[in-house]
């Protein structure tokens, strides 16, 4: 099985600022990553997927990196709608998910 | 627009059976693979179950294998998830989500519907 392990777990942070997730796999998965954003009491949307493309609608501020083993999501300036809790999920085989970091007002 | 409904979900027993369902519509459904997604309460995602558009290939996390059965009514755009012999630790928030299909292979998840809860306990 390959597992996902993101970090950090948690990440305090201001409006404005810019912020980077990574997101690690057990074994190579090639390109095949995708990044969802969740907020509380809702459904997961998808924002990134193949490592680095931006999901039609998706705003431009976020953009993914990465192949192989290491993965980032950048927030290249944090908006208050931003606030929620990111995952990376691998789909090279079956489906994994990072354990989740969750992303909050400083 | 595409929406994809849960029902189904609710209070079980250890040991019980359900069955959860997934209706589907803005989208030709029998074009998409779909699949089973889980949350335990105020844990992260898990995947439980997948399918393909057509012919109806199926996939199980070793954590439901045996005991879930995915499938799905193309013509009555709805999915389901038979699952037998629950347990306390299934207890969780399912989603049901739409799979892209690339080369016969399913990729990433694109829509999400917001969930169906079970709790198992007795």
């Known amino acids: 099985d390959i597992q996902m392990t993101q970090s950090p777990s948690t990440l305090s942070a201001s409006v404005g600022d810019r912020v980077t997730i990574t997101c690690r796999a057990s074994q190579s998965i090639r390109s095949w990553l995708a990044w969802y954003q969740q907020k509380p009491g809702k459904a997961p949307k998808l924002l990134i997927f193949k490592a680095s493309t931006l999901e039609t609608g998706v705003p431009s501020r976020f953009s993914g990196s990465g192949s192989g083993t290491e993965f980032t999501l950048t927030i290249s300036s944090l908006q208050p709608d931003d606030f929620a809790t990111y995952y990376c999920?691998?789909?090279?085989?079956?489906?994994?998910f990072g354990q989740g970091t969750k992303v909050e007002l400083k | 627009e595409v929406q994809l409904l849960e029902s189904g979900g609710g209070l079980v027993q250890p040991g019980g059976s359900l069955r959860l369902s997934c209706a589907a519509s803005?989208?030709?459904?029998?074009?998409?693979?779909m699949s089973w997604v889980r949350q335990a309460p105020g844990k992260g995602l898990e995947w439980v179950s997948a399918i393909t558009n057509v012919g109806g290939f199926t996939f199980d996390s070793d954590s439901v294998r045996g005991r879930f059965t995915i499938s799905r009514d193309n013509s009555k755009s709805t999915l389901f998830l038979q699952m037998n012999s629950l347990r306390a630790d299934d207890t969780a928030i399912y989603f049901c989500?739409?799979?892209?299909?690339?080369?016969?292979?399913?990729?990433?998840?694109?829509?999400w519907g917001q969930g169906t809860l079970l709790t198992v306990s007795s």
């Open positions: 989500a739409r799979g892209l299909m690339s080369r016969g292979v399913i990729t990433h998840f694109d829509y």
């Open positions: 999920q691998q789909y090279n085989n079956l489906w994994t």
């Open positions: 803005g989208f030709t459904f029998s074009s998409y693979a």
